[in-house]
């Protein structure tokens, strides 16, 4: 890169150095959060200037889909794409459209298909039988696509019953399930007990399914699911009605089960809900190592026996407000593995201080071991306050947290002030140590977004529709949004060699292109708890010295919940021998084969059955993509 090039990245407010940035507790310095502005926001004239500033870097910049801008320091960039794997911060793309708002998303295991599902609303694009490649003709919308994250296409999918605001899962056998929903309309069912179905299958004409004879015992409105070891879904609280927060005449205080409960006695009332009031809908729920299950609602947090349905602990309230719906935090099981003797840690992060417009963000993370003898929060502020943070596993037992705001509260036309970077996690780490800060996305991810980690070990995030009345397509300071991004992180972009003033990696790295070095091509299927299995492994540029190999779970992602994720590391058994390439400058690629020896989970209170991303780091670098795997008892 030029002195030149450098200065106008300087003027923009690009980060162009190769370090991270300090983040000790005493001497934390982070990137000013970046305004955001709508393109009907910003007048012509200021639009002149961007232009020009956009040419003078033009070697920087990927112009992308118009529709917003990004004002970083001092100086705005164009709705673009920074070649930012040069700085080691991270890259983001523009990969394709959702085709309806992506308020719900879950992967479609053994394919590289997500499916987003949204509310009943006037502004959805998709059309039944819409596909991104024919004209979408029809009069009846669509709720729901499904989104090829190779191609950035979608196909529409016909649902028979309102999903806004549910939740949902995997079945043992791959099926996904979509419970509860929202109202009904002159177009579609009501949803609020509904359950849905789809089913694996091969082709392109698999779709929901429905049974208006088999229902949930309750009507809930944000209830949380989560998947317990035996495979069977847990399904706990929400509301029976649409709300902005919950009270005692809709509040729903008990769960039941998918498939139900055995016996005459389908639900369980759990007081626990109506202790919590008002601020308890989307109760964050993880599945711990002994099968029993972590429950947190508005500042309390207990663990209830999966046995017994008794609360057995009571641990310590979190500081500070209330971090579920409408106030939002985000929260996640942080990985399992052998180096930590698989015990269970829960982060919470983020949420707003009140329910009001003007609420700001929350800056503070809690960290817990449950089932510690005297269990206490850790607390820890993170770089930017942020409400509505998704909080998703990455390759390397990292945290991705991003999108959500600084200012107000989940719901429509409720909040402000998006946070565009994205901030890594790293549970590893000391105290005050934690975080990175990576380079910002130019589109707000308001309320309804999306992201969780794909099989090539990017982060795929969408969504953001946070207008309570049907807006035209680019209406409003923060309009529906139906562009899908790809997050790279930096770990995408091993760097091995310096060249000039720039870094270069493996491969063409100086033109931005994603590189890891080694892909898996031989794994099982299926595997059994315990079972010792084989991987076949290959490399291009040398003998990988350090392996990792986990499971990882995406989970049903909405509203900041990512409900099943996970992530268990798996312990390696044996290594093939080492085998050093004679010359790795020739012109010739050399291929070499490793097998790598794992032993699945052991029990599923690990892992519960179901199907799991196999994710191989070589050196700290993510294979060039993941393999679905099925866990079976």
């Known amino acids: 890169m030029s002195r030149t090039q450098r200065r106008a990245a300087s003027t923009l407010g690009l980060s162009i150095d190769n370090t991270s940035p300090s983040t000790s507790a005493q001497a934390a310095t982070y990137p000013p959060a970046p305004r955001y502005f709508s393109l009907k926001q910003c007048s012509l004239s200021a639009m002149a200037v961007m232009a020009l500033l956009a040419v003078a870097v033009s070697p920087l910049l990927l112009l992308g889909a118009s529709g917003a801008v990004m004002a970083a320091d001092d100086g705005m960039i164009f709705d673009g794409r920074m070649l930012a794997g040069a700085s080691l911060k991270g890259q983001w793309d523009l990969i394709g459209h959702s085709g309806v708002s992506a308020m719900h998303a879950i992967m479609r295991p053994f394919t590289d298909s997500v499916l987003f599902l ?25 709720w729901s696509t499904e989104f090829s994250t190779s191609d950035g296409k979608w196909r529409a999918l016909n649902v028979h019953s309102n999903m806004f605001c549910s939740a949902g899962g995997y079945l043992p056998d791959g099926t ?12 579609m069912e009501e949803g609020y007990d509904g359950i ?26 944000y209830p949380t699911v989560e998947a317990l070891a035996s495979g069977d879904l847990f399904i706990l609280g929400g509301s029976n009605h649409a709300a902005s927060i919950n009270n005692d005449h809709i509040n729903i205080p008990n769960f039941e089960l998918f498939p139900p409960l055995p016996g005459g006695k389908k639900t369980i009332n759990f007081p626990f809900l109506v202790e919590t009031l008002p601020n308890n809908l989307y109760p964050m729920v993880h599945l711990l190592p002994d099968k029993n299950l972590f429950i947190l609602a508005s500042t309390r947090a207990v663990i209830l026996s999966t046995s017994t349905w008794k609360i057995i602990k009571e641990l310590p309230d979190i500081p500070g407000a209330p971090r579920n719906y409408p106030l939002t935090a985000g929260s996640v099981l942080l990985p399992l593995t052998p180096e930590n003797d698989f015990e269970p ?4 992060c983020g949420g707003a201080t009140e329910f009001s417009t003007q609420a700001k963000g929350v800056e503070s993370c809690g960290r817990i071991k449950p089932m510690a003898k005297n269990p206490v929060w850790e607390m820890e502020d993170m770089p930017y306050g942020r409400m509505m943070p998704d909080m998703a596993h990455l390759a390397d037992g990292t945290i991705a947290i991003m999108n959500g705001a600084n200012k107000g509260t989940a719901g429509f036309d409720r909040a402000s002030d998006p946070v565009l970077h994205p901030v890594q ?21 308001m309320y309804h977004s999306v992201a969780f980690m794909l099989p090539d070990a990017s982060l795929l995030v969408a969504g953001s529709n946070p207008n309570g009345k049907p807006v035209q397509y680019g209406d409003g300071p923060f309009p529906t ?19 000039g003033e720039g870094m270069t990696g493996i491969g063409d790295n100086s033109q931005g292109v994603a590189v890891a070095r080694g892909e898996i091509i031989g794994w099982p299927s299926k595997v059994q708890y315990g079972e010792t299995f084989d991987l076949s492994l290959q490399w291009y540029n040398k003998f990988p010295e350090d392996i990792r190999v986990a499971f990882v779970q995406p989970g049903f992602i909405t509203h900041s919940m990512h409900m099943s994720q996970r992530y268990v590391g798996l312990e390696i058994v ?19 084969a490793g097998l790598v020896r794992v032993k699945a989970p052991a029990t599923n209170g690990l892992a519960p059955p179901s199907h799991y991303m196999i ?19």
């Open 118 to 142: 949204e509310r009943v609303q006037a502004s959805t694009f998709a059309r039944i039988k819409g596909t991104s490649e024919n004209k979408n003709d029809g009069d009846e919308f669509a």
């Open 176 to 187: 996904v399930v979509s419970v509860a929903g929202g109202q009904p309309s002159d177009d």
């Open 196 to 221: 849905r179905l789809y089913k694996p299958c091969n082709g392109t004409k698999c779709d929901w399914k429905q049974n208006f004879d088999i229902h949930l015992q309750e009507k809930r409105w």
């Open 345 to 348: 840690e829960i982060l919470v």
């Open 425 to 445: 996690y790293l549970p590893n780490e000391k105290h005050g140590n934690r975080f990175r800060v990576w380079n910002p996305s130019v589109i707000a991810r």
């Open 481 to 499: 949004e139906y562009r899908v991004e790809k997050f790279s992180p930096p770990y995408l972009f091993p760097q091995t060699t310096t060249g």
């Open 574 to 592: 044996q290594r093939g021998p080492k085998v050093e390439a004679m010359d790795i400058f020739s012109a010739m690629r050399i291929d070499m």
């Open 615 to 633: 994710m191989v780091v070589m050196d700290g670098v993510p294979v060039v993509e993941a393999k679905w795997v099925q866990l079976t008892a």
